[in-house]
């Protein structure tokens, strides 16, 4: 099982990013990404269902960043817009077959991709 995010830069504040992750090994019914800001505790931002109908997001991203996935390829997208110099973090994607899990402690974790938002 393995979860291989990419996607994340350099962007100014205002602009767009979009991170992805592809997994391999198994399908996982709940997807999600999480990050973590410079000394802070890595926190939940959004996950999505299989079938795309649950997105759940942290209230700070609301109305910015928006989940998707892509089941034929096994991939989960994070479009980030509106970035804001507080979104600067590395984002972790995750993955599990249950769903209180995704929100909080996931079984299956990527490795991060670093997303900095410039002034």
Do not use: H
């Amino acid at each position: 099982v393995q979860l291989q995010a990419s996607g994340g830069g350099l962007v100014q504040a205002g602009g767009s990013l979009r991170v992805s992750c592809a997994a391999s090994g198994r399908i996982f019914y709940y997807m999600g990404w999480f990050r973590q800001a410079p000394g802070k505790e890595r926190e939940f931002v959004a996950s999505i269902d299989w079938n795309g109908d649950g997105t759940y997001y942290t209230d700070s991203v609301k109305g910015r960043f928006t989940i998707s996935r892509d089941n034929a390829k096994n991939t989960v997208y994070l479009q980030m817009n509106k970035l804001e110099l507080e979104d600067t973090a590395v984002y972790y994607c995750a993955a599990d077959s249950v769903r209180a899990n995704i929100w909080s402690n996931p079984t299956y974790w990527g490795q991060g991709t670093e997303v900095t938002v410039s002034s």
